[in-house]
């Protein structure tokens, strides 16, 4: 046994260099150097070989041959592409050998400006990827893709999370409660801790991807946790985030009428008993002070206008003044608060090393009585039981709890479905936070209206969505260094969690007037196992070969259980023990298994040209015939894919100007497995009759012949670097083409079902994305640096074929229905519009004048019509991404920030819709400018002044088939709500999407050790100010253009509907080591 | 690689086969549960037994398109055939639930080309064995069929074959499954009397009563009796208070009451709040298809207007007592209703029969449903004592008001007969015609295009005012 010591100085300056991996070569022995960049290792070996490597220096390999210290001098990388890439399976790869594009998020753009989703945080950084966040605020979930939608199945688009190597679960749980329970619980992936993530590099591709198989169409995003390994002794880091999260944008509402019908307003019972008073819209009398009998106004008891059901009555309402109160809703949200801290304990010597780290996440949302408790624990511990032997195991325990997550959808249960659509603009916000009718607290609620709505803080206080999750990531993994170039490894990992959800309901809710509680118990299990070998050999000075030969079993577990109380019979007490009547339950259990083999090579010829092929074969349980059922079976599937990479600058001789240009290409094909129990048509129970059970069969018809998905890519791409990387440059063009897809094709139900599993779809998919890196100012002598990074992304999806006999598919459907229609993108919107004059002869609209082609056609009532065939309203998808980021640091100074640009593609607003009818918004002021016009006798305001009436622009057909200008006048509320039809016309509620986002802001300063000395205990200590999603420009009225809606647990982009508010928050961010 | 991977696959929550009584209860329950909703948003407005005062859009027929008695149609065409083939491959064959799913089958499909016309029937069903795009029939092919299943229904029933389980309907007695078909029989014949010489078919059911019973009092009516509690309440219990009071009575349904004295009008409606707020109850309804602002200001307002009847909603949410359990039914099909078919059969001479009587015990049984005794004098009106001159504006009134919310049975009578005579909305959007019709789905139009535009060649317009072969 020998020691080695010795120190590691930078060439360029001398500087003593710390951290530094120094590892005995061809064992696991390793270590890293210390603040001084000093080391000291043992090794049995004889004759080792040492091999240093740190980023931004060029690797260094040394043979020992009888020494006991040693002084190294790196050379700085002059390319910077001696910067290792963490690959598939968690192989790590020099970047410059990669035929693929990746691409790298490190902590500090985690931590320091945070998200509570760790998805959220990939927003405008990667060049390719689109976020989508739910409609639910705090926590919720996010739907990421990456270079575009590929499958018709829309909740089959996204990415592969990956930690330390192995897959976790990203699903997101039964969302959707039935009854007007619609909640988001969150997906997977986003309970993940960022304090404890190293780095996310996100693999494009289908040739990045290729070795996970069937579950790498979409691409993957693989999270390197820290660890102790570059830690010297034992070291303490702490990091504490606090930020404020407000509303970042409310609609514009109208503020010079309030509640009420056709100027008319007063309260007698908030049911229809008063004048108007079961009214829920703004179609009521000016806001002017005068006095009207309110809901709140004090009664001749002592009571409150509303406190319908006091003992005794509450006797004769005193009127109060009719005033707007222009802040209602905006006074409703409170300033929400996230508090986020972390301390880790590291330790390392030549034997092991571990991170043990504990994360406290405590945040309160803008909506009152929401919240989000997280403890998330991490030990990362790597040990040398000998030399060749490691064993490594990093596990995570998560601990989220929330004791209420907002309601959404359209509906009652969603505070902005009565904000944005149906709330009174006189309504005192304080006047309802006192929510229980004197007498009758848990009993009965007191609000404005009793017809339809509940009090929003009843709501929000009473009514609560919790959830208590307990989760285990695990992992261990133990190597063995067969030779100097051989290891294998053998390694499994758990991803379980196990969650309760309890929704209460309290006595007198609209929907429930007898409460309810419901009780769901959500278990997630997905274990992998491996075992690899792997090959890392230089051949001779020009080849050298990286392998890898591999198995792996993966199962997944799902069981879920639904226990609902609908009726409670002592109110107050949420426990199924109190159900009224017989409570209705419902469970599903699921399991799958895929077998998979693999295997990859890379060979590289003087680090400059490299070759890549892997392969891969899986066997899925999901498209294996169960027992007794006839068909044919296709359960296997193999996946090839093959890349090359060639740094040209090293090749041949470039002008001076270009520092490096490397040229990629790849070529992978991936598929894809379904959902288990496709094969089966069985009889699910329904609601029981009393004690009778009854039973319906499944509307889906299974196929027995299914195939797997097969999805085919090519990507080429370049890496051109300038004037000493001061500017850099990388272009990648993509294109797959994806078959086979698994689809549910809709039937008629006259055929007794709603559809068949089947083979279909060719869907092209292509796009670019540019990553631009410039530095204008690099002075190291004066310590100043500044960066500018760009992201573009443009991508193009479109739908070949289907297949026989049909030509559309629809994707989903919310207000708008998404369609894939054989020639056209996906991603397209459908939906109906104003019918109009046409320039066809044979149109029953036809004008030869010509003249009034293109108009509106206006019915004789008044009333726009519609035109019967549904068109195609635009595309969800961007016309393309931008991000720009800006760095600037200064000695211990730094500023950086970050615009997130969206140009182009469609939202449909539903608040714009309802909110219109209900005569809440800033446009339904237009008819009725000058007020109402009451006159019964003229109910075509044909003597009605300016301004109280509205004429909808365009024609009406004349008796004799010509064309006129509309002039038939209608009132401000038919138009408001004429203008949709109903709900039935699109076309006037589609909005161009583009908007820029100042994405986030961090203002830093780190204290010199220096300046702290040499005998302080606290070293690294920075202070940033930081902020997210501070400003919005974008022509979409009233809403963020990035809200989305949800149904069932998917997340359905480019429809809006009554989304909670999104948040600009801002905070500060203390990080030091001790 | 792929081992122990079917037992993997194979589906551990539900089972692939189930017995006829486990399909049964659904089958019945969401076609009553269809009836109510769609008679409540629809049936009631069109034919003015209540109007709206808000949210008026039906009221003024500006009607988009209305699924519900579409889709219930078809998932539990689907079901019966399930429970049909089931018993029929049974050991012994299961004749019972064989008829029953004739029964409900033919039921299901004359209510839904009663509302849209011709429809897929003979092709419907075979999406497993392929068939995706079915034909449509004619209307006439689909009452062709549906009265022989009948026919085929009624030899099929018997007490003496197996014990029926499920039955939520008529607790397992094949008699009165055997009644409802027959009774049901007379129904059809009735709608399509029009176009067809139906006198002999109707004449033979009634001469055997012993082959071919009929109901024979209201305890033997198809009326499925709604649970007290949740979550098979009557549906309109579980609505909130602001959408039903949307819905008041019709001044037409008013008018005519209170013209005949009738005290039904007690059942179907409350006294307006303000009248009884004033110790002075008194019932008062609004015209049909007026336009938003007047529908709201009408009369002063909704504390001037009658909501609906105590059996049709419990305010409060509370638990209905065993009268209102009683009212408030999902109706298949009725006793009083049966006896105006054989009142209007018997005046036109297609069954031999005493008119009048059979009208008598109409009205006799309708009261009793509603557990109101006749008043002695109510017959005896000058409008109402039985006239063979008026016979048919008597019995067409008559049942339209016992008809009351019961589906879409008093819509489809009108459009047969033209009786009660009835005014479009006042401020209606549909050029003053009462819709006829229901227009087809939107989906047809995407997935089954050929076969729906065939049937519009057909039939005429896809529109409200397309007539269907009966009425035309």
Same mark, same amino acid.
């Given at each position: ?101 990746? #691409? ?141 999260? #407000? ?105 092991? +090393? ?187 000075? +020009? ?129 894809? +497995? ?37 999805? &085919? ?292 300063? &780190? ?68 | ?472």
């Amino acid at each position: 046994q020998s020691t080695i010591s010795g120190s590691v100085k930078s060439q360029g300056n001398g500087e003593a260099l710390p951290g530094v991996t120094v590892v005995v070569k061809g064992t696991t022995v390793g270590t890293t150097t210390d603040g001084d960049g000093r080391f000291s290792i043992t090794t049995s070996r004889a004759n080792p070989v040492l091999s240093f490597s740190f980023i931004g220096f060029e690797p260094q390999e040394i043979a020992i041959e009888n020494q006991s210290t040693l002084d190294v001098l790196l050379a700085p990388s002059t390319t910077q592409l001696s910067e290792i890439v963490v690959t598939a399976l968690g192989i790590a790869k020099q970047e410059r050998t990669l035929g693929y594009v990746t #691409q790298k998020i490190d902590n500090a753009n985690l931590t320091t400006a945070r998200e509570t989703n760790l998805v959220s945080q990939l927003a405008g950084k990667i060049a390719g990827v689109t976020v989508v966040n739910s409609p639910s605020g705090i926590g919720g979930s996010a739907r990421v893709t990456i270079r575009g939608e590929r499958s018709l199945n829309i909740n089959a688009n996204q990415p592969l999370f990956v930690i330390d190597g192995m897959p976790i679960n990203n699903n997101v749980v039964g969302a959707s409660g039935r009854n007007n329970q619609e909640a988001d619980y969150g997906n997977g992936a986003g309970f993940v801790n960022p304090d404890d993530i190293e780095t996310m590099t996100v693999l494009k591709g289908p040739s990045a991807s290729a070795l996970y198989g069937s579950r790498a169409a979409n691409g993957v995003i693989v999270i390197t946790t820290k660890s102790g390994k570059n830690a010297k002794g034992i070291g303490v880091s702490v990091n504490s985030n606090t930020t404020f999260d #407000q509303v970042l944008r409310l609609p514009d509402y109208q503020n010079r009428y309030g509640q009420g019908l056709n100027g008319e307003f007063a309260f007698v019972n908030g049911s229809g008993g008063g004048l108007r008073d079961g009214v829920d819209e703004n179609w009521g009398p000016l806001l002017d002070g005068r006095l009207i009998a309110q809901f709140d106004s004090p009664t001749s008891n002592g009571f409150r206008g509303g406190d319908t059901r006091v003992a005794g009555g509450a006797g004769t309402i005193t009127p109060t003044p009719f005033n707007a109160y222009p802040n209602n809703i905006r006074d409703f949200f409170e300033v929400g608060r996230t508090l986020s801290n972390n301390v880790a304990v590291t330790g390392n010597n030549d034997k092991g +090393d571990f991170r043990l780290s504990y994360t406290n996440l405590n945040q309160t949302g803008i909506v009152p009585n929401t919240d989000l408790q997280r403890n998330s624990f991490n030990l990362n511990a790597g040990y040398n039981l000998t030399e060749r032997l490691n064993v490594r195991s990093n596990v995570s325990y998560i601990k989220n709890t929330s004791g209420n997550r907002p309601s959404l959808s359209y509906g009652t249960e969603n505070i902005m479905y009565l904000f944005n659509c149906w709330f009174g603009r006189q309504i005192d916000m304080a006047s309802l936070r006192n929510y229980w009718q004197p007498g009758l607290e848990g009993i009965q609620q007191f609000n404005y209206n009793y017809n339809y709505h509940d009090n929003p803080y009843f709501n929000v206080y009473e009514n609560t969505n919790a959830q208590d999750m307990d989760r285990i990531i695990g992992n261990i993994t133990l190597s063995y260094q067969l030779t100097d170039w051989l290891k294998v490894q053998a390694r499994s990992q758990m991803d379980f969690q196990s969650e309760i959800r309890e929704r209460q309901r309290a006595f007198s809710t609209q929907r429930f007037p007898f409460g309810s509680f419901r009780r769901e118990n959500v278990n997630t299990l997905e274990r992998n196992t491996d075992l690899l070998l792997l090959a890392d050999k230089t051949i001779n000075p +020009d080849f050298s070969l990286n392998a890898t030969l591999g198995g792996n079993q993966r199962s997944n577990k799902y069981d879920y259980i639904d226990v609902f109380a609908p009726q409670l019979t002592v109110p107050g007490v949420y426990s199924l023990n109190n159900s009224r009547v017989p409570v209705e339950y419902s469970q599903n259990k699921s399991e799958r298994r895929v077998n998979s083999i693999f295997g990859s090579a890379q060979l590289t010829y003087r680090n400059y040209l490299s070759l890549e092929v892997t392969g891969r074969n899986d066997w899925s349980s999901t498209l294996t015939l169960p027992n007794g059922v006839v068909g044919s079976a296709d359960n296997s599937y193999f996946y090839p894919s093959a890349s090359l990479s060639a740094v040209i600058s090293d090749i041949i001789k470039l002008p001076s100007a270009i520092s490096f240009l490397k040229l990629r290409a790849g070529w992978a094909q991936v598929g894809n +497995d379904t959902d288990p129990y496709q094969f089966s048509q069985p009889f699910s129970p329904l609601t029981p009759w009393g004690t009778t059970p009854t039973f319906g069969e499944s509307t889906r018809i299974p196929n027995f012949s299914l195939k797997p998905e097969i999805s &085919t890519s090519q990507e080429f791409g370049l890496d051109l670097r300038f004037f000493q990387n001061r500017l850099g440059l990388d272009v990648t063009y993509y294109r797959s083409n994806s078959r086979n897809q698994i689809i549910f094709l809709p039937l008629t139900n006259t055929t007794g079902y709603s559809s068949i599993v089947t083979n279909a779809g060719s869907i092209f998919n292509n796009g670019v994305e540019v990553m631009l890196n410039l530095t204008p100012i690099r002075r190291d002598d004066l310590g100043l640096r500044w960066d500018v990074n760009v992201n573009f992304s443009s991508n193009r999806s479109k739908v070949l074929e289907l297949t026989d006999g049909i030509s559309t598919y629809q994707l989903a459907s919310r207000y708008v229905s998404v369609e894939a229609r054989v020639g056209e993108r996906m991603g397209d919107m459908y939906g109906n519009i104003y019918q109009r004059v046409s320039a066809d002869p044979t149109s029953p609209y036809y004008d030869p004048t010509g003249r009034y082609v293109g108009q509106v056609v206006v019915s004789g009532n008044g009333r726009p019509e519609r035109d019967p065939t549904p068109q195609k309203l635009g595309n969800y998808n961007p016309d393309w991404l931008a991000g720009i980021s800006s760095s600037v640091s200064y000695k211990g100074f730094n500023l950086n920030f970050l615009f997130d640009h969206r140009q182009g593609g469609k939202i449909y607003s539903h608040t714009y819709v309802v909110g219109r009818e209900g005569g809440q918004l800033i446009e339904t002021l237009e008819g009725r400018e000058n007020g109402y016009y009451n006159n019964p006798s003229d109910p075509t305001f044909l003597n009605a002044p300016a301004g109280t009436y509205y004429v909808v622009p365009g024609v009406v057909k004349t008796s004799d088939g010509q064309f006129a200008e509309n002039t038939r006048r209608i009132s401000a509320r038919e138009w408001h709500s004429a203008f949709t039809l109903g709900r039935s016309v699109i076309e006037g509620a589609m909005f161009d999407a583009t908007f820029t986002k100042l994405r986030e802001i961090r203002m830093g300063y &780190t204290v010199p050790n220096k300046v702290l000395g040499p005998k302080s205990p606290v070293r690294n200590i920075n202070l940033s100010l930081v902020g997210r999603n501070l400003f919005l420009w974008t022509k979409v009225p009233h809403i963020d253009p990035e809200s989305s809606s949800m149904s069932g647990g998917t997340i359905i982009p480019g429809s809006e509907s009554v989304a909670i508010p999104s948040t600009r928050s801002y905070g500060v961010n203390l990080s030091f080591n001790l | 690689c792929d081992k122990d991977f079917e037992q993997i696959n194979t589906n551990p929550n539900v089972p692939n086969a189930v017995t006829p009584n486990l399909l049964l209860p659904n089958i019945i329950r969401s076609g009553a549960n269809e009836l109510v909703g769609t008679g409540w948003s629809i049936g009631n407005i069109v034919i003015q037994h209540t109007a709206k005062i808000q949210f008026v859009n039906e009221d003024r027929y500006l009607w988009g398109n209305i699924n519900g008695i579409w889709n219930t149609t078809y998932g539990n065409l689907r079901e019966l055939e399930n429970m049909y083939t089931i018993a029929s491959n049974s050991v012994p064959v299961q004749r019972n639930y064989q008829g029953i799913a004739l029964v409900m089958k033919s039921w299901y499909i004359a209510l839904a080309t009663d509302c849209y016309g011709d429809l897929p029937y003979s092709e419907a069903i075979l999406g497993k064995t392929g068939v995706t795009s079915p034909k449509y029939d004619t209307q006439e092919e689909i009452y062709n069929k549906l009265l022989a299943d009948l026919e085929t229904a009624n030899g099929l029933l018997s007490p003496s074959n197996e014990a029926i389980q499920g039955d939520i309907l008529f607790n397992g007695n094949a008699l009165r499954w055997k009644k409802m078909a027959n009774s049901l029989r007379l129904r059809y014949l009735m709608r399509i009397s029009k176009k067809k010489d139906v006198k002999a078919a109707m004449q033979a059911i009634l001469s055997n009563p012993t082959a071919n019973p009929i109901f024979e009092s209201n305890a033997d009516q198809a009326a499925l009796k709604y649970l007290p509690t949740v979550p098979n309440q009557f549906p309109t219990y579980t609505y909130r208070v602001g959408s039903i009071d949307e819905f008041r009575l019709s001044k037409t349904m008013e008018d005519r009451l209170k013209a005949y004295n009738d005290p039904r009008i007690t059942v179907f409606a409350r006294p307006t709040v303000a009248s009884a707020a004033a110790g002075n109850p008194t019932y008062a309804g609004i015209p049909n298809g007026l336009d938003d602002v007047s529908a709201l200001v009408y009369n002063g307002g909704a504390q001037n207007l009658s909501r609906i009847g105590t059996a049709y909603y419990i305010d409060g949410f509370g638990t209905p007592s065993d009268r209102e359990l009683g009212i408030a039914q999902g109706m298949f099909m009725s006793y009083a209703e049966l006896q105006f078919i054989l009142a209007e059969a018997a005046q036109k001479g297609l069954i031999t029969g005493d008119a009048k009587a059979y009208y008598e015990k109409g009205v006799k049984a309708s009261f009793d449903y509603y557990g109101l005794t006749l008043p002695s004098n109510y017959l005896t009106q000058p409008a109402l004592a039985y006239d063979p001159a008026k016979a048919l504006e008597q019995i067409g009134t008559q049942k339209w008001i016992a008809l009351f919310f019961s589906g879409l049975e008093a819509w489809f009578d009108w459009r047969r007969t033209g009786y009660p005579a009835l005014q479009p909305g006042v401020s209606n959007l549909n050029n003053n015609r009462i819709p006829v019709r229901f227009i087809y789905p939107t989906s047809e139009y995407s997935l089954n295009k050929a076969s729906v535009e065939a049937a519009i060649q057909r039939q005429g317009p896809d529109n409200i005012n397309t007539k269907v072969w009966w009425e035309k």
